[in-house]
């Protein structure tokens, strides 16, 4: 049981490169959520899928754009790098609304802008 | 607007020593409070969640809603518990999480 996936694990783009983030979940789960993991400012939502279908805004959405393609994957896209998109990325789902039983989180991506 | 605070960026403390992480929030709904724990070269993971009142790894937390606080606590720390915490808030049913800006603690023998 993989659990979530995310690939690529390690990127670096050029300031203006555009590039896709991929997430993958076995767990049959209906939310994604997708964060950025920042030093000393924790994790802030990019975007999140409350179901297949739907996305919606977080926090820090400017410069990204998401796709639910199925339930189980959820894609994150940067169309025009920039240097400020330098970050860690996570993905996560959760089974039900309500954040009970906690996120599943993928082993992240790390990626540089320069 | 929904806030977690974690004042301490790094905690030190001696193997065999009491630790504890502070947390504290501010929201105006009934929070729903969460510890998550990443382990060097790990990835994120739940610890505790305040509504099944559990001891993880020795660990515990109490939710204050006086203090609007949930710090995390463990009376004899261990070597394994060196790791980045984060505290987080459920803000809505969506499922979304308001996280602080983690303590990392690191255990010394």
């Known amino acids: 049981n993989a659990g979530v996936t995310q690939t690529p694990k390690f990127q670096v783009l050029k300031t203006g490169q555009s590039m896709t983030l991929q997430c993958a979940q076995d767990?049959?789960?209906?939310?994604m959520y997708w964060y950025r993991q920042d030093p000393g400012m924790g994790l802030r939502l990019i975007y999140y899928s409350a179901s297949e279908g739907t996305t919606d805004k977080g926090e820090v959405p400017n410069g990204y754009n998401v796709s639910r393609l199925n339930k189980r994957e959820f894609s994150l896209r940067l169309e025009s790098a920039a240097p400020s998109q330098t970050s860690v990325y996570f993905c996560?789902?959760?089974?039900?609304?309500?954040?009970?039983?906690?996120?599943?989180f993928g082993s992240g991506t790390r990626l540089t802008v320069v | 607007a929904q806030r977690v605070t974690q004042p301490e960026k790094l905690l030190s403390v001696f193997k065999g020593a009491p630790v504890e992480l502070k947390c504290n929030y501010s929201?105006?709904?009934?929070?729903?409070l969460f510890w998550y724990v990443q382990y060097s070269r790990q990835r994120l993971q739940l610890l505790l969640r305040h509504i099944s009142r559990e001891s993880i790894k020795g660990f515990t937390a109490d939710l204050n809603k006086g203090e609007t606080s949930f710090h995390l606590k463990k009376p004899f720390a261990q070597e394994e518990d060196s790791a980045m915490y984060y505290c987080a808030l459920s803000v809505d049913s969506w499922g979304k999480l308001q996280f602080g800006a983690g303590t990392q603690v690191v255990v010394t023998p």
């Open positions: 996560a789902s959760i089974s039900n609304f309500e954040g009970l039983h906690g996120y599943t």
């Open positions: 767990m049959n789960h209906n939310s």
């Open positions: 929201y105006s709904g009934s929070p729903e």
